[in-house]
């Protein structure tokens, strides 16, 4: 293994999906849902796979596909995709991720991202030779909310900035960025001249009426915005890793010079199922947010009648839970011990920090679960405390 990545080890969501199967524990650690898309999008990929829809797709992604997207994108966003220039399909948001910052970040080059972040960032920068400057997300002492101090992202930027990365809804912390402060971003990238590459994949969970803003549709932003996506969320379906990115077409074209390389290709008969969806399912992609903004005060409620102090969620299927009232502080130990000792599993927020200390002593939970689930999750970890 190449040195760089020697710090990189299983990733949190495997170990903790390990540990939760062998123990029988409840699996509230790695987020994805435990009941399936809808039915017709399911019914519609056997049918295309029935029907031969076996063989490569174009690599950049089937063209129904791309034009389904730039409908969408245009319908909800009022932003205009080429789909033919200006939309790439991926094997989840994860390869388009990937192949971004390979494409995009050279060795040396800064990547201005905000702390905690998705695993998948830290090692991809890494791998790409890049190095990360973090601004970090802390919880608002009058709200809760995750915000950023405008003046630390500034002070990020220097010389060899190339690009911010940004999550919104965000994951692990559940902030939904606002217009206002998406806007402290892209003030940065235009002074700067920076792309930026913006995670969205949790688009359609911003909760309460909230807005998801997407960072491209910030004025001068769209020719400088790579945003990813991924139907697994959407719909989901997240074994199914189909994803896509949008953005202008030098960015995008980018993409599809390393993603030949990567993956060539995604899943066809998928990419044609999803299209169909992206273009017939939008009140079940609501109905799913409204779902899961139940679920989410379910499992607040719960575990804060558990004994955590429960954090701020606006959107995404994740909630922070404080671990320091039940008398804890480092939050590895407790996630790694949580499984045997309760039968539950979680994530230590930890493991999503640079600076790891501040993330020491939170737990993320998902919600994206049967209420029963849920609800049995709660009983094991009353009964444990
Ligand atoms: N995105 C999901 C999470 O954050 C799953 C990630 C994964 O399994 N790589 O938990």
Redesign the pocket.
């Known amino acids: 293994l190449i040195e760089r990545m020697r710090a990189y080890g299983e ?1 949190v ?1 495997a170990e903790m999906t390990r540990l939760a199967t062998e123990t029988g524990a409840v699996n509230l650690g ?3 849902p435990d009941t399936d898309g809808p039915a017709s999008l399911l019914e519609a990929a056997a049918r295309h796979i029935r029907e031969g829809v076996n063989q490569y797709p174009p690599g950049p992604g089937h063209p129904e596909l791309r034009r389904a997207v730039s409908r969408y994108r245009a319908r909800h966003y009022g932003t205009e995709y080429d789909p033919d220039t200006e939309v790439h399909a991926t094997v989840g948001a994860t390869a388009g991720i990937a192949a971004a910052l390979l494409a995009l970040v050279d060795r040396g080059d800064e990547v201005v991202v905000f702390e905690p972040m ?1 695993d998948s960032y830290a090692a991809m920068i890494t791998l790409a030779g890049g190095v990360r400057r973090p601004v970090m997300l802390r919880p608002d002492p009058a709200t809760g909310r995750f915000t950023f101090d405008p003046a630390e992202l500034r002070a990020a930027v220097g010389p060899r900035t190339r690009m911010v990365l940004v999550n919104t809804p965000h ?1 692990p912390t559940g902030t939904v960025f606002t217009a206002e402060e998406l806007e402290h971003v892209a003030a940065v990238c235009r002074e700067h001249d920076l792309i930026a590459f913006t995670d969205e994949v949790y688009e359609f969970l911003a909760f309460d009426g909230r807005p998801h803003v997407p960072l491209a549709s910030l004025p001068g932003m769209r020719e400088r915005t790579l945003t990813a996506s991924s139907a697994g969320k959407m719909f989901a379906v997240t074994g199914w890793k189909t994803g896509w990115v949008t953005g202008p077409e030098p960015l995008v074209g980018a993409v599809r010079r390393v993603n030949q390389f990567l993956t060539f290709s995604a899943n066809g008969a998928l990419q044609l199922a999803v299209a169909e969806a992206l273009d017939t399912q939008g009140e079940w992609v609501a109905a799913q947010r409204d779902t899961l903004r139940g679920k989410r005060d379910r499992l607040a409620a719960g575990l804060a009648d558990a004994g955590f102090d429960v954090g701020v969620c606006e959107g995404t299927y994740f909630v922070m839970a404080d671990i320091r009232p039940l008398g804890r502080t480092d939050g590895v130990e407790l996630a790694r011990a949580l499984p045997r000792e309760a039968g539950v599993a979680a ?1 230590p927020a930890q493991v999503f920090y640079d600076r790891q200390e501040e993330g020491a002593h939170l737990l993320r939970f ?1 919600f994206c679960k049967e209420d029963a689930v849920l609800d049995e999750a709660v009983a094991r970890l009353s009964a444990w405390h």
């Open positions: 990733t969501f790695q987020g994805f998705y994951n994530i998902a």
